[in-house]
Nanobody, 119 residues
Framework: QVQLVESGGGLVQPGGSLELSCAAP???????????MGWYRQTPGKERELVAS???????KYGDSVKGRFSASRDNSRKRVYLQMNNLELDDTAVYYC??????????WGQGTRVTVSS
């Protein structure tokens, strides 16, 4: 199992920005570079939804609700993936999780970081 640690959540006003980070501290970078990674979010009473994914080549995909506002990236030398979130909306309030993916399915999860968008 891969340990994943998210950080960067917090309270932000509508229209603001946050950058989330997900680290894999116990994985060597050469192995991390082969991982497909995803960012998910969950609100109470709803299923966890895929926000963005970034594969081992750096190709990204986004959920319809965040296209044009969120951007995923990775730094394999630091064993991290990032989620830059711009123009945040009230509906972006959620706990955000990163996950290692295999064949499009999440395999390992981080503990999550909470993002609250509120005026």
């Amino acid at each position: 199992q891969v340990q994943l640690v998210e950080s960067g959540g917090g309270l932000v006003q509508p229209g603001g920005s946050l950058e989330l980070s997900c680290a894999a501290p116990r994985t060597i970078f050469s192995t991390f570079s082969t991982f497909d990674m995803g960012w998910y979010r969950q609100t109470p009473g709803k299923e966890r939804e895929l926000v963005a994914s970034i594969d081992s080549s750096g190709m990204t995909k986004y959920g319809d609700s965040v296209k044009g506002r969120f951007s995923a990236s990775r730094d394999n030398s630091r064993k991290r993936v990032y989620l830059q979130m711009n123009n945040l909306e009230l509906d972006d309030t959620a706990v955000y999780y990163c996950a290692r993916e295999r064949n499009g399915a999440p395999m390992d999860w981080g503990q999550g970081t909470r993002v609250t968008v509120s005026s």
